[in-house]
Nanobody
Framework: QVQLVESGGGSVQAGESLRLSCAASGRTFGIYAMGWFRQVPGEGRNFVAAISGNGDSTYYADSVKDRFTISRTSAKNMVFLQMDSLKSEDTALYYC????????????????WGQGTQVTVSS
């Protein structure tokens, strides 16, 4: 079992930055990829960014490309999402996900999920 805990959410003005963190604990040796998804009320959970197990490959949704940066620690058990130039449409509950394969995380989500951290951007 893997536990994921997100932190770093908050309320900011448009144009400002936030950095989300996700800490993985438990049986983490099998985790290859980690990612971020977001959800607004009444909609499904949408892919934001993902990173491969070795950190060499990153994937982004078109809506956040060039504004968000995903990274992970060398120990592989923490992942970060640096969010710059935030827009009101970035307002959502952000979830951390972890899984065996980066492409699967991108297309289908993770095997494990955190509880989410709220990001609110005011225009």
């Amino acid at each position: 079992q893997v536990q994921l805990v997100e932190s770093g959410g908050g309320s900011v003005q448009a144009g400002e930055s936030l950095r989300l963190s996700c800490a993985a604990s438990g049986r983490t040796f099998g985790i290859y990829a980690m990612g971020w998804f977001r959800q607004v009320p009444g909609e499904g959970r949408n892919f934001v960014a993902a990173i491969s197990g070795n950190g060499d490959s990153t994937y982004y949704a078109d809506s956040v490309k060039d504004r968000f940066t995903i990274s992970r620690t060398s120990a592989k058990n923490m992942v970060f999402l640096q969010m710059d130039s935030l827009k009101s449409e970035d307002t959502a509950l952000y979830y951390c996900a972890a899984g065996q394969d980066a492409v699967v995380v991108v297309t289908k989500g993770g095997d494990y999920w955190g509880q989410g951290t709220q990001v609110t951007v005011s225009s």
